[in-house]
């Protein structure tokens, strides 16, 4: 069968880019009803804690000793703590990303930055912003996007699917749900008239029909009325000359 073979396969895997192969597997075969949901989801389990083991046991290529990486070290950016940061995350957070049951695992913060992840998944199928775009919009800090998704990872609710490129900056991680429970949460949820969900007003334009009332402006203009015509009158008659 089909899941033995994966599952022979994710045993034998020893790179995250072979474990990123067989997820697309794992997706093409529920897309054609050849794995089940049970089979499905523990394999996804599975692909999960084996890229934990690959990265753990990656050894890096050309990397000075002492650094972690080629690039230069990313300044530390300090969580946001504005006015405007701390409405945004609490107005995300009480939009219900989340099951309260889940819900109850993750802090405030953290399911604003659920809640942008739930909204580019709902849109798109996938989410595939990166680390900083998902704070800035969720008005939080990269470490709590990150713990966010590795909480939400290690409870099997999404999958995190890494684009690594030899010698270049990696491209954002794709991340999908894969929790029946958020993916059932999230169709019973009306989506806002506006697209986004993100916690924002939307305003329904008005026409622009003048509607002030007719009256006199402060400059002693008559507003409201309608307007003669500069040249002939309203029936297309030319007005004539005074002799």
């Known amino acids: 069968m089909l899941a033995d073979q994966i599952s022979t396969a994710i045993d034998g895997a020893k790179s995250v880019a072979a474990l990123d192969h067989l997820a697309k597997l794992v997706w093409q075969g529920i897309g054609a009803d050849a794995l089940g949901d049970d089979e499905a989801h523990g394999l996804l389990a599975r692909l999960q804690e084996r890229r934990g083991q690959a990265r753990a046991d990656r050894q890096p290529v050309g990397i000075p000793p002492g650094r972690p990486s080629i690039f230069p070290p990313r300044r530390p950016q300090p969580s946001p703590r504005t006015a405007k940061c701390l409405a945004r995350r609490r107005q995300l957070a009480a939009s219900g990303p989340l099951p309260?049951?889940?819900?109850?695992?993750?802090?405030?913060?953290?399911?604003?930055?659920?809640?942008?992840?739930?909204?580019?998944?709902?849109?798109?199928?996938?989410?595939?912003?990166?680390?900083?775009e998902i704070a800035a919009r969720a008005g939080v800090g990269r470490t709590t996007v990150q713990n966010a998704l590795r909480l939400a990872a290690r409870l099997c609710l999404v999958i995190v699917q890494e684009r690594r490129r030899d010698g270049q900056k990696n491209l954002p991680n794709v991340i999908r749900i894969v929790s029946r429970e958020w993916l059932?949460?999230?169709?019973?949820?009306?989506?806002?008239?506006?697209?986004?969900?993100?916690?924002?007003?939307?305003?329904?334009?008005?026409?622009?029909?003048?509607?002030?009332?007719?009256?006199?402006?402060?400059?002693?203009?008559?507003?409201?009325?309608?307007?003669?015509?500069?040249?002939?009158?309203?029936?297309?008659?030319?007005?004539?000359?005074?002799?």
């Open 100 to 132: 309260p049951q889940l819900a109850a695992l993750f802090t405030c913060a953290e399911l604003a930055a659920l809640m942008i992840v739930r909204d580019e998944v709902r849109a798109r199928g996938s989410c595939s912003k990166s680390i900083a």
């Open 184 to 243: 059932a949460w999230n169709a019973t949820r009306s989506r806002p008239k506006g697209g986004s969900s993100t916690g924002f007003n939307f305003m329904n334009p008005t026409g622009n029909e003048d509607k002030r009332k007719e009256g006199f402006s402060r400059f002693g203009v008559r507003v409201g009325a309608p307007a003669e015509p500069a040249f002939g009158r309203r029936d297309g008659q030319q007005r004539r000359k005074a002799p």
